[in-house]
């Protein structure tokens, strides 16, 4: 099972980025796809998250508005675009896949947002953004 990010840089304040996470070895169609971050000197925090194949997102309080994640069902990749880019998004960008099977309740209220909760990783992309 692989999962590949890509897509992050350098960008100022203000600008985007598209994150591309494509996933290989096996088939999620039944797991939650999240994409957490990681600054220095900090733990690892929740972006936002998509089911599979229902198309249910979530999003964590700080890019709601800003961010939007959605899939590629044919090319087994998720995306996360990011809009109007702050300093403070500065982080290392991890995709993953969520433990299988996601709790019932949790998929239809917060979505699952603890890196416990999921079970594979990709190897992180950097986002810059310069003020």
């Known amino acids: 099972v692989q999962l590949q990010a890509s897509g992050g840089g350098l960008v100022q304040a203000g600008g985007s980025l598209r994150l591309s996470c494509a996933a290989s070895?096996?088939?999620?169609?039944?797991?939650?796809m999240g994409w957490f971050r990681q600054a220095p000197g900090k733990e690892r925090e929740f972006v936002t998250a998509?089911?599979?194949?229902?198309?249910?997102?979530y999003y964590a309080d700080s890019v709601k508005g800003r961010f939007t994640i959605s899939k590629d069902n044919a090319k087994n990749t998720v995306y996360l675009q990011m809009n109007s880019l702050k300093p403070e998004d500065t982080a290392v960008y991890y995709c993953?896949?969520?433990?299988?099977?996601?709790?019932?309740?949790?998929?239809?209220?917060?979505?699952?947002?603890?890196?416990?909760?999921?079970?594979?990783w990709g190897q992180g992309t950097q986002v810059t953004v310069s003020s």
């Open positions: 070895g096996r088939t999620f169609s039944r797991n939650v």
């Open positions: 998509i089911t599979w194949s229902g198309g249910r997102s």
């Open positions: 993953a896949a969520s433990r299988n099977p996601v709790d019932p309740i949790v998929k239809i209220t917060t979505g699952p947002r603890h890196p416990y909760e999921y079970e594979y």
